[in-house]
């Protein structure tokens, strides 16, 4: 799998187009590392870690172009989770918008 999200508020949706990169949100800094979500986990992480938030982003992120700072671990359940030990530059974001969801409430991507 080559593509992974992050899930953002507006604040660091705006910091990571105005910087050119992203060092992280504070669970982020705090674990070592930033979370991301694979295709088929993003509606659960939004669901667990940002109910009732709005202005929510999401970018889609090309993990091939991070190369050896993504690591695959386990994390919800056993879970593989991909995630990046170092800044996330915007070069590395291939889509982002707003989030938004379907009729099923799954969470659509960019």
Do not use: N
Request: aromatic share 8%.
């Amino acid at each position: 799998m080559s593509t992974a999200y992050k899930v953002l508020t507006s604040e660091q949706m705006e910091s990571l187009l105005r910087d050119g990169e992203f060092s992280g949100a504070p669970i982020d800094l705090a674990d070592g590392y930033i979370h991301l979500s694979a295709a088929e986990q993003v509606t659960e992480t939004v669901d667990k870690h940002f109910a009732g938030q709005t202005g929510l982003f999401v970018a889609a992120v090309d993990l091939t172009a991070l190369g050896d700072a993504v690591k695959w671990e386990p994390s919800r359940g056993g879970q593989l989770f991909p995630h990046v030990y170092a800044v996330l530059p915007l070069s590395a974001c291939t889509a982002h918008g707003p989030l938004a969801r379907d009729a099923y409430g799954a969470v659509l991507l960019p």
